[in-house]
Nanobody
Framework: QVQLVESGGGLVQAGGSLKLSCVAS????????MGWYRQAPGKQRELVAG???????NYADPVKGRFTISRDNAKNTVYLQMNSLKPEDTAVYSC??????????WGQGTQVTVSS
């Protein structure tokens, strides 16, 4: 079973930047489209960025132009570079597959807090 470990979150002022990392165990990682999800208090988890095994990327409208997803298959790692952060980006960020079901078991996520 693939295990996911996220890191890199923290407290940052609006306009600042953070880079998140997600390390996945298991060689099957490189075959899957991976994504970064976020869940704010009282809201449903949403997919904010995805990247295919070949490196094609896709972004949710609220983060387009500010976030960049990338991956290093040799390191089984997915990254999320977040620039021009806004208070509404505050959430717990987690990585996982982007289909097909079932998803991997969720990791602990990493908290991102953006102060105004």
């Amino acid at each position: 079973q693939v295990q996911l470990v996220e890191s890199g979150g923290g407290l940052v002022q609006a306009g600042g930047s953070l880079k998140l990392s997600c390390v996945a165990s298991g060689s099957i990682f490189r075959l899957n489209t991976m994504g970064w999800y976020r869940q704010a208090p009282g809201k449903q988890r949403e997919l904010v960025a995805g990247i295919t095994s070949y490196g094609t990327t896709n972004y949710a409208d609220p983060v387009k132009g500010r976030f960049t997803i990338s991956r290093d298959n040799a390191k089984n790692t997915v990254y999320l570079q977040m620039n021009s952060l806004k208070p509404e980006d505050t959430a717990v960020y987690s990585c996982n597959k982007v289909g097909p079901l079932p998803l991997y078991d969720w990791g602990q996520g990493t908290q991102v807090t953006v102060s105004s």
